[in-house]
């Protein structure tokens, strides 16, 4: 092989594995659409009964895409989704509360930070971990603590509990789930997620420790090298935070319970059972209703 070929070669190879070009602000604007990429987080990212999105960022995307004049499509994937849709081109820019670190930034372009939120343990108070009153009490092998993947609630797991089995879910929903469960013992999440968790049910879940596992700054994220989104984003995101929106915003999600009466169990959070029973015919019901359960012939 020729070294004109083997370079050629090493050419293709750098190429294949690159990024998709990213649509600059113009192109954007050209099209009439931004698509923004999130992960359901409570509360940067929810649904409501109808499936509508809502949420701290839900409303700053949706803020954004007006004052820009184009028309939003967001994205609902998993976490780890994120940012390989956005090195692919699927989406234009990541809005969903995402930490800013080292690792990340080798990846994307940050915006300027306009969030910041803190990482804590929440348990079962039944467990192990419900009884600590320190990390060290929480770092033991018999401990199951989960995360979810891809996040820095998962890194920091790693870091501050290395002798505790660490054990990553694809999402909050199936985190929370094994939590529920018992297959768990605690889970490391972000704020306010453990608070309210806590607060609903204070006799099955606890904050067992009284100081942040971490504290995280949060931006936008856009592929990098776009540099004129980027610019605007920037811009835009120093304008709201002089009017005082980006305060007033976090406020209303972190620091309220304003927003509970919003939010319903959606169509995509019921179990297979609750799926498999609302298909049920009004003769099929009748008939269960009407025929001992098991529990009820034992008894008999």
Known sequence: MTKITLLLSMIALLVGHSSSMARSLQEIRDSG????????????????????????EIDIASLLISELGVEE????????????????????????????TPARALK???????????????????????????????????????ATAGTISAEVSHQLFY???????PSIK????????GNIDAMVISQPFPHLAAAEAPDTYVEPLHEPLHTQVEAMAVQQGNQSLLNF?????????????????HAYWFLSNDWFSRITVTED????????????TEDEKAKESSTPSAVEKEKK
């Open 269 to 280: 959070d019921k179990t297979e059972d609750d799926k498999a029973e609302n298909t049920k």
């Open 33 to 56: 659409v931004l698509n923004v990429g999130v992960a359901k987080v409570i509360p940067w990212v929810m649904s409501n009964a109808k499936g509508d999105l809502l949420g701290a």
């Open 163 to 169: 002798s505790a089995q660490i054990l990553e879910f």
């Open 108 to 146: 994307v372009d940050f915006t300027i930070p306009y969030g910041d939120s803190e990482l804590s343990l929440l348990a079962r108070r039944d467990s192990p971990a419900g009884e600590a009153s320190d990390i060290e009490a929480v770092n033991q092998k018999s401990v199951k603590i989960g």
């Open 233 to 249: 984003l920037n811009a835009w995101i120093a304008a709201k935070m002089a009017e005082g929106y980006i305060e007033k915003n």
């Open 73 to 100: 499509k967001v994205t609902v994937m998993a976490w780890s989704e994120l940012i390989p849709a956005l090195q692919k081109g699927d989406i234009d820019v990541i809005i969903s509360g995402m930490s800013i």
């Open 174 to 181: 199936a985190l929370f789930g094994e939590l529920q469960a």
